[in-house]
């Protein structure tokens, strides 16, 4: 049942203008965590969308909850990867309407275990603008936003620049000439850090430093040169990680430290 928040919500008070209202579906205890908003392109490489799922993956389960808009992409992604118990989608249509509707069975599960908001009533509509409302409260509900993949002049690229104007640290996957222009961008003009250690930064944010300790092992033990199967029965999730954030590579059957 579709129901109106009736309390304040403190971290909106970074937006513009507080919502004048606030319609809901599901767990309001949720608004009561840590939480961090995760944003990027519908179309993200495969770079991205396998980065996205690990550092959703990883803070959800410091307890830390995901928020996103229920787009394709990364937007659902992240809402997986974090699990419908540990996420808030932020909808741009009235809560009757599931949009998109190829992620129904995804806001239906968030519905049902997380918490989907909404600013708009009943029976509003997917209007081009409404994407832009929309992308303000989810920045302002996060401590940090984490844009995994954008282009330039894109959707995402407004998100940025709420939080620039909010304040918000904004963290960014470095990517290849030519790929996500708009955060390689970012980064060029330094409105933006790169997440160059998953392990590390999920630390620095949740506060605990029980995943940089185990990065450390890691590679301390790559850098006493063992086989690739060796460090496959002991890291194999940790490896596929650092090979893909660029930290090891594996030549002849080797891995060896590049970071």
């Known amino acids: 049942m579709i129901q109106k928040i009736d309390f304040h919500i403190d971290e909106l008070n970074a937006m513009k203008n507080y919502p004048q209202d606030i319609s809901y579906l599901g767990n309001l205890e949720l608004l009561n965590k840590r939480k961090v908003s995760i944003v990027g392109s519908r179309k993200p490489n495969k770079y991205a969308r396998e980065i996205t799922r690990i550092i959703a993956q990883k803070l959800s389960s410091k307890d830390i ?45 968030i519905e049902t275990k997380g918490i989907v908001l909404s600013q708009f009533r009943e029976a509003t509509p997917s209007n081009r603008y409404n994407f832009v409302l929309r992308n303000e409260l989810v920045v302002a509900l996060g401590e940090v936003l984490i844009v ?41 003009e330094n409105k933006a850090e790169a997440i160059y250690d998953i392990d590390r930064f999920i630390a620095q944010i949740s506060g605990s430093d029980n995943q940089s300790k185990k990065q450390d092992e890691f590679l301390d033990f790559c850098r006493q040169n063992p086989s690739y199967d060796i460090i496959m029965a002991q890291y194999a999730s940790r490896l596929f990680e650092a090979e893909l954030s660029g930290e090891v590579e594996v030549i002849n059957g080797m891995v060896r430290v590049l970071a």
Do not use: F
């Open 148 to 188: 995994t993949y954008a282009d330039e002049n894109s959707g995402t690229m407004h998100s940025v620049e709420y939080a620039l104007k909010m304040g918000k640290k904004i963290y960014v996957l470095a990517h290849r000439i030519g790929e996500s222009e708009g955060t390689n961008r970012l980064l060029m």
């Open 65 to 109: 909850c995901i928020v996103s808009g229920g787009a394709i992409g990364v937007d659902a992604i992240a809402h997986k990867a974090a699990g419908a118990k540990n996420t808030i989608m932020i909808a741009a249509t009235g809560l009757d309407k599931r949009y998109p509707a190829i992620n129904k069975n995804l806001i239906e599960e």
